[in-house]
């Protein structure tokens, strides 16, 4: 036999075969597909939450527009310690799409989730294949379809196992299923070049922008280069062939991991992701991580109590956990097994070394924040162990088509049915941390001091300082808990107990903006004009990008009469959120109060430009035309309040006022005429 038919199986294979196998291969993408989709239909119920949600989406104004300036941002900022300019545009996509609206982000998620699953089918199918480049066409052909059928249940076990929920349900994660996409395009099209005799160097260079493009989606696709070179060894055994080459095309690989990595250590940095580690001793990183490399197993193979995040204990620093040891006896010990039989087992080496790279990125030896582990971090390692545990259970069900039938309905049934309840977790801010809070009680601050805020925004204050009790009483003392529960004190009415929990966020964290502006309600609250805007020029220094406090700071100083003042802050907030109505009416309000009305008027109208409908902008456009005794047009703007709000007492008024002010209606000469 020749050599060509060994490295190029399609070669031995009829057109009518590779039709039929082209024709299965879809008919398989087309079930999980809908099976997918089927099972995460609950997912059409679920809002945004507080976390991350606010900073990355719905708060993010830079998101909200494809413009120059929005385009420049998305491609040079750090935002939420990451450079992902990829997954930036695609949430501005969303946000063209349907504004705010969470279906819309979630659809996406769950679209590019399933894009995923189709590559998975596609790549596992490939890998499978070029397993068995030893074999003759006759064995390869009695293997084929029960590769098929292994690479189906891996993909089937992808799609809808509920240790995915959260990278698909979480709208923030997008850059999860993104930069995954991209990856596992760049694995199918390595593959394909890999066992190409002619090498086309076009595959390889399209591999590498799919490289950059995941990069460009999320830093952990910095693995990708080591994978290949996995992939190498086996089941491609290109190392045997030509080593030399095998190493030098890698070397651009390499290169883009190396300025990403450097990108990413720089982009943490400026976010202060490294700050946590302080507190965490390196034995400690070390064992987690250790620890890691049995959870996540042990969670895909069990997927029982997941939560949204796995706090760090604690007690965390000790390192002599009992669980801990044993995970690193059985990490160890399996590592040396693989070793051992990496020539008679070559794909247990190779699974297992693609799981520990994959993960590598995020097993905590160089950072740990507020989790131990997380559900997401496997969205991609998963499948490394999903694959062998596929082909072992196809194999040990042989040909036996009733019981393949059973296996299928049991792993959709079961899995997708965990999928749902999973789902349920994410329904909104209070189902989410009540889940971490239930199943680590009294462990995160972090965890309960989220439930606190979502009690609080439910108006739910009585609950709000409960969880903000429990959340004061873990140590260390925290700046952002004393600032939420002076929040909900404020809320209550309790507005000197409120200003001690600021002034204390204040003392815990001097660089921390928010309770800066706290003080300033409170104080405006007790008349305090003077000390508020002492505040909130804190607040603005500290945080030159706190839109919202820049636009107080334009209503402390409008209070005073210091309308240049009023008006520079006012303009500051809308070069920072352009699509702000309130800032453009607040703005507009400065005018007007200068006697500035020709300027008030065109801000106004800008305002109704961004919201046709809001019947405040219509009233207070209505007032600066009466103050310029512009009269009909001020009846107009009005009358168009009072249909957008009819029975309103104060526009009637003010309508009445405006039309008596018109004087008798005289009608044109040419009226009748008209009629």
């Known amino acids: ?12 294979q009829n057109p009518i075969r590779f039709w039929v196998q082209h024709k299965t291969f879809w008919l398989s993408a087309l079930f999980l597909a809908v099976v997918t989709g089927l099972f995460y239909l609950p997912l059409w119920n679920n809002n945004f939450v507080t976390w991350d949600d606010p900073l990355a989406i719905t708060d993010n104004v830079y998101i909200r527009s494809l413009n120059g300036p929005s385009i420049h941002w998305m491609f040079t900022t750090f935002h939420t310690g990451n450079w992902i300019p990829l997954t930036w545009l695609s949430l501005a996509l969303d946000y063209q799409v349907g504004r705010l609206d969470p279906r819309v982000f979630h659809f996406t998620n769950l679209l590019i989730h399933v894009a995923n699953t189709i590559l998975v ?103 990708l280069p080591m994978i290949l070179l996995i992939l190498d060894f086996w089941p491609l055994r290109r190392f045997s062939r030509d080593w030399k080459k095998t190493l030098v095309e890698k070397i651009p690989f390499f290169l883009a991991a190396v300025g990403f990595g ?63 040891n044993i995970a690193m006896f059985l990490v160890l010990a399996f590592s040396v097994a693989v070793y051992i039989y990496r020539a008679k087992k070559p794909y247990l080496m190779t699974a297992w070394l693609c799981f520990v790279v994959m993960l590598a990125p995020v097993l905590g030896v160089l950072q740990v924040g507020s989790q131990a582990a997380a559900d997401r971090y496997t969205y991609l390692p998963c499948l490394a162990f999903f694959l062998p545990l596929s082909v072992g259970m196809v194999s040990f069900v042989g040909d036996r088509k009733w019981v393949q039938l059973i296996l299928i309905s049991v792993v959709t049934v079961g899995l997708g049915w965990m999928t749902v309840n999973q789902q349920a977790l994410w329904r909104d801010s209070i189902s989410l941390w009540e889940s971490v809070v239930t199943a680590y009680p009294d462990v995160s601050q972090i965890a309960h001091t989220n439930l606190a805020n979502a009690y609080k925004q439910a108006r739910r204050p009585d609950d709000a300082l409960r969880e903000y009790d429990r959340a004061m009483a873990i140590p260390p003392p925290q700046a952002f808990t004393h600032d939420g529960r002076g929040t909900a004190l404020l809320d209550k009415g309790l507005v000197d107990d409120a200003i001690k929990e600021f002034k204390t966020a204040v003392e815990l964290d001097p660089h921390y903006a928010s309770p800066h502006r706290n003080l300033w309600f409170a104080y405006r609250q007790k008349g305090m004009r003077e000390e508020a805007l002492v505040e909130i020029q804190k607040a603005v220094e500290i945080d030159p990008n706190f839109t919202d406090a820049f636009s107080d700071l334009g209503i402390s100083w409008g209070e005073i009469g210091h309308f240049n003042e009023s ?51 219509w009233f207070d456009l209505g007032n600066t035309y009466l103050l310029a005794g512009q009269f009909p047009e001020a009846v107009a703007a009005f009358q168009t309040a009072s249909n957008l709000a009819p029975g309103q007492p104060a526009i009637e008024r003010k309508l009445a006022e405006a039309r008596s002010k018109m004087g008798p209606i005289s009608f044109p000469q040419n009226r009748k005429s008209q009629n």
């Open 121 to 223: 089918l596609g790549l596992c199918r490939r890998i499978l294949s070029a397993a068995r480049y030893g074999l003759n066409p006759e064995q390869r052909s009695k293997k084929m379809e029960m590769d098929n059928r292994a690479a189906f249940l891996a993909a089937l076990i992808f799609a809808i196992h509920p240790i995915h929920v959260e990278s698909v349900a979480w709208a923030t994660e997008r850059k999860d299923v993104l930069y995954a996409f991209f990856y596992l395009a760049a694995l199918w099209l390595y593959l394909g070049y890999a066992r190409d005799i002619q090498k086309n160097g076009a595959r390889l260079w399209g591999c590498w922008v799919l490289f950059v493009f995941s990069l460009m989606s999320k830093p952990m696709a910095v693995t």
């Open 262 to 324: 450097a990108l990413t250590i720089v982009s943490q940095s400026s976010a202060h992701a490294f700050s946590t580690m302080s507190g965490l001793s390196l034995q400690f990183r070390v064992m987690n991580a250790f620890r890691s490399l049995v959870f996540y197993p042990w969670k895909m193979l069990v997927p029982l109590h997941l939560v949204p995040l796995y706090p760090v204990p604690r007690d965390g620093n000790d390192l002599y956990y009992t669980e801990n």
């Open 567 to 617: 008006e520079e802050a006012f303009q500051k907030a809308l070069a920072l959120d352009p699509y702000n109505l309130q800032y453009l009416v607040n703005l507009a309000t400065t005018y007007q109060r200068e006697g500035r009305y020709g300027e008030a008027i065109d801000w106004y109208k800008k305002g109704i430009s961004a919201n046709s409908r809001d019947v405040n902008c």
């Open 1 to 12: 036999m020749s050599a060509n038919k060994l490295e190029n199986p399609r070669q031995d």
